[in-house]
């Protein structure tokens, strides 16, 4: 599934794919299986060669609980928000600058994507979008709140001048 960015139109275009409108469903199957998925998309062209993609997905994925080995539906979200810029060749210094796609004084995390000829391979990317949101270790509810005290024992042992690790205070994010 691409799309042909030279037929995206200045003022934008709404793109939606789910199971019913079938497009993804064979590129996402061995992520998701036979799952619902919804993805909405805005793409925008910001000028004659970068563009904004704006929007989100939702699906679930089955997985075990890897504490109590029960079977549990796992729902993925994820807000999108993208750059797609032409694919570049390194410059001498190897490196290439990605400074001029900065948007503004927007905060939203914003990610760059590389599209080639044209085109934006939409399949490629939201697979990539969900892949990165499926969890190493999968918790059930239950497990999942267990976890969550876990983490906060540890960070009080850890006693307050000390500053915590920052991976574990990303970790204690993630299980919030
Ligand atoms: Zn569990």
Request: hydrophobic letters at 30%; charged letters at 30%.
């Amino acid at each position: 599934m691409k799309i042909k960015l030279n037929e995206v139109p200045e003022e934008g275009q709404n793109y939606d794919y789910n199971r019913n409108t079938a497009e993804l469903n064979e590129v996402l199957t061995d992520l998701i299986q036979n799952n619902e998925y919804s993805v909405h998309m805005f793409i925008k062209p910001l000028n004659t060669k970068d563009f904004t993609v704006t929007g989100n997905l939702s699906t679930k994925r089955r997985e075990q609980c890897s504490r109590c080995a029960e079977e549990f539906d796992q729902k993925i979200k994820k807000n999108l928000n993208e750059i797609l810029i032409p694919h570049q060749e390194q410059d001498r210094t190897g490196k290439y600058s990605k400074s001029h796609v900065m948007m503004g004084d927007s905060t939203d995390e914003v990610s760059v994507t590389e599209y080639n000829k044209q085109q934006f391979d939409v399949g490629e990317f939201v697979h990539e979008a969900i892949a990165l949101e499926i969890p190493f270790v999968a918790y059930c509810d239950s497990c999942q709140k267990t976890e969550s005290t876990d983490a906060f024992i540890y960070d009080e042992k850890m006693g307050e001048d000390k500053k915590p690790n920052p991976f574990q205070a990303l970790k204690g994010l993630k299980l919030n």
